[in-house]
């Protein structure tokens, strides 16, 4: 079984990862840092022109990070009336880059924390701070993978059915193994 998260006490938690575990999920999150993009400016970029940059106003044509950066009232096409697309595009040039900045922060954390340990596998040990930003990380990771996959509430359970020669099987592990690790993790910090 892969590994899973256990509390340290006082919110931190500890996870021991073997090499293949840790290569597995530093990847998937350089992954979902490519997918979301350089902040405004690129990196490195002018902190005082970030602060004053603006967001879009439509949502993301990718669906996964549609998924990641949803509508702030709900499907637009299920507002007729231009009030409501007007307040949803302002809320999205507003948030959406600081949303973006916050969900790049996460993952750096997560491949950070899995740099130390030299490209192989170990024993980590997240304080508390950095449980949430993991637990942000995999929610992330989870929900693209869910629109990759196209899961639904409905047929989750027949993901575990699956048989070895489906495609999808490997994306699929890893969609199941990010949903213990969150449950593992929310369960350490709880404790």
């Known amino acids: 079984m892969a590994g899973l ?3 340290a006490g006082g919110g931190s938690a500890v996870i021991a990862l073997d090499e293949w575990e840790a290569s597995i999920l530093r990847s998937l999150e350089v992954q979902l840092l490519e997918r979301i993009g ?3 400016g690129g990196e490195g970029g002018d902190p005082l022109a970030a602060l004053f940059a603006e967001g879009p106003t439509e949502a993301p044509a990718d669906p996964a990070l549609a998924r990641l950066f949803p ?3 709900g499907d637009p096409s299920e507002r007729p009336d231009a009030e409501s697309k007007a307040a949803s595009s302002e809320f999205r040039r507003y948030t959406e880059l600081d949303l973006r900045a916050r969900k790049r922060e996460d993952a750096l ?7 130390g340990l030299g490209g192989e596998g170990g024993v980590l040990k997240l304080p508390a701070a950095d449980c949430l930003r993991w637990l942000g990380a995999l929610n992330d990771l989870r929900l693209t993978l869910g629109v990759l996959l196209d899961v639904t509430e409905e047929d989750e359970q027949g993901l575990y059915d699956l048989p070895d020669t489906d495609e999808r099987k490997p994306l699929v592990m890893a969609y199941l193994w990010l949903g213990a690790l969150q449950e593992s993790l929310l369960e350490a910090i709880a404790d």
Do not use: I
């Not at 954390?109 to 740099?115: A, E, H, I």
């Open 5 to 7: 998260f256990e509390s």
């Open 38 to 40: 350089p902040g405004p």
């Open 71 to 73: 509508d702030a009232y």
């Open 109 to 115: 954390q997560v491949v950070r924390t899995l740099d």
